[in-house]
């Protein structure tokens, strides 16, 4: 699988998880367990997503690491 794949994969997964989100926020609640409990999981996935593809393709046009 080459990076655009994989990328599109975690982005595609963002989306689902951001959507699971929501309906997990109106049965329960803004401020419950469950909605907070996932939308850290969801942040999580952003910043991975971050760290791996963006921030990355951001050191590689300019020509510096991401580390």
């Known amino acids: ?3 655009y794949s994989l990328e599109q ?4 997964r ?3 998880m951001r959507q699971e989100m929501i309906r997990i ?3 329960t ?3 419950s367990v ?4 996932y939308s850290q999981k969801l942040d999580r996935l952003i910043y ?3 760290l791996h593809f963006s921030l990355n393709d951001r050191a590689i046009h300019s020509g510096h ?3």
């Open 34 to 37: 469950e909605t907070i409990d």
């Open 25 to 27: 926020a109106l049965e």
């Open 9 to 12: 994969l975690v982005l595609k």
């Open 48 to 50: 991975l997503h971050l």
């Open 1 to 3: 699988m080459n990076k």
């Open 65 to 67: 690491s991401a580390s």
């Open 14 to 16: 963002i989306n689902i």
């Open 29 to 31: 609640g803004m401020n």
